[in-house]
Structure formats: C-alpha cells, structure tokens
C-alpha cells in the first residue's frame, strides 16, 4: 500500500467498479477514536493507494442515513475533516485480520486491471459532499 505524503501530482482518473467496499460487512464499533485508517481510492506503481487519515469521533453519515465516523486527513487542507462510512475503511494502525481480508480482495480485484502500469490511478469510488460527507459512489446511487 502507498500513503501519499507529501501529495503526489493529480492522479489520472480512470473509472473502475468497485463491487467490494458498498458489500462488505462492517459494525461501527469496528472502529474506535484514534485508530489510524486507508480509505481505499485506486492504485499507483502496482499497488492499492488511498487517503490515510485518522479516526476521530462518531458521527452521523447522512448519505446512508447510518452511524458514520468523523476522520481527519492531515492532508485534506479545506476538507479536513470529513464523515465517513464505516465499511470505507481500512485499518492501518493494528494487525486486524477483517481488514486484511478486504485489502486482499481489493488487490486480486484490482491489480491484474492495471499490471504494468507506474500512474497513480484514482478509480473515482468517492467523492466528498458540501457538508463534508465522504460517499463512495454505490451510495449515492442507493440514497436517491
Ligand atoms: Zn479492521
């Protein structure tokens, strides 16, 4: 996996589907204050890249109408802190084997598609909202 510090130039946008993340079965109480997550947004030089920010507080995800997270991207600049679903994160601060579950199925989904290719890819699953909302784009479909 790449965290991108400091940020790399714009990626290159490539639409992929993502059926992996809107299916994936995640409690809220997954998460916890402090936790340091990766949510998952294409691939760059081979391998899965995202934003890596850090877990908050509890918050309400309004896209879902579902029991969110408040994140805090280092990097965000205007949209530091955003809302997020739980099942759009990933665990980087702890060995968690659920997490480690998906990140494998994001690999073998993802990579063959892109063998061979060095760009930073954004996939577009996410955009972020007004209101700070971070929606991978299954939900926005579903909540309208
Ligand atoms: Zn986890």
């Given at each position: 996996?790449?965290?991108?510090?400091?940020?790399?130039?714009?990626?290159?946008?490539?639409?992929?589907?993502?059926?992996?993340?809107?299916?994936?079965?995640?409690?809220?109480?997954?998460?916890?204050?402090?936790?340091?997550?990766?949510?998952?947004?294409?691939?760059?030089?081979?391998?899965?890249?995202?934003?890596?920010?850090?877990?908050?507080?509890?918050?309400w995800?309004t896209?879902?109408?579902?029991?969110?997270?408040?994140?805090?991207?280092a990097?965000?600049?205007?949209?530091?802190?955003?809302?997020g679903?739980?099942?759009?994160?990933?665990?980087?601060?702890?060995?968690?084997?659920?997490?480690?579950?998906?990140?494998?199925?994001?690999?073998d989904?993802?990579?063959?598609?892109?063998?061979?290719?060095?760009?930073?890819?954004?996939?577009?699953?996410?955009?972020?909202?007004?209101?700070?909302?971070?929606?991978?784009?299954?939900?926005?479909?579903?909540?309208?």
């Amino acid at each position: 996996m790449t965290e991108h510090c400091p940020p790399p130039p714009p990626p290159a946008f490539a639409p992929t589907p993502d059926p992996l993340t809107p299916s994936r079965d995640v409690t809220h109480a997954h998460f916890e204050a402090g936790d340091q997550i990766v949510v998952l947004k294409g691939i760059a030089g081979g391998e899965l890249w995202g934003d890596a920010m850090r877990v908050v507080a509890p918050s309400w995800h309004t896209p879902t109408d579902e029991d969110g997270w408040r994140l805090r991207d280092a990097t965000g600049g205007a949209q530091t802190y955003i809302t997020g679903h739980p099942r759009y994160l990933v665990h980087l601060s702890r060995r968690c084997p659920d997490c480690l579950i998906h990140l494998r199925a994001m690999e073998d989904h993802l990579l063959p598609k892109y063998a061979g290719q060095d760009a930073l890819i954004d996939c577009g699953w996410y955009t972020t909202t007004a209101l700070g909302q971070l929606v991978h784009i299954a939900d926005i479909r579903r909540g309208q």
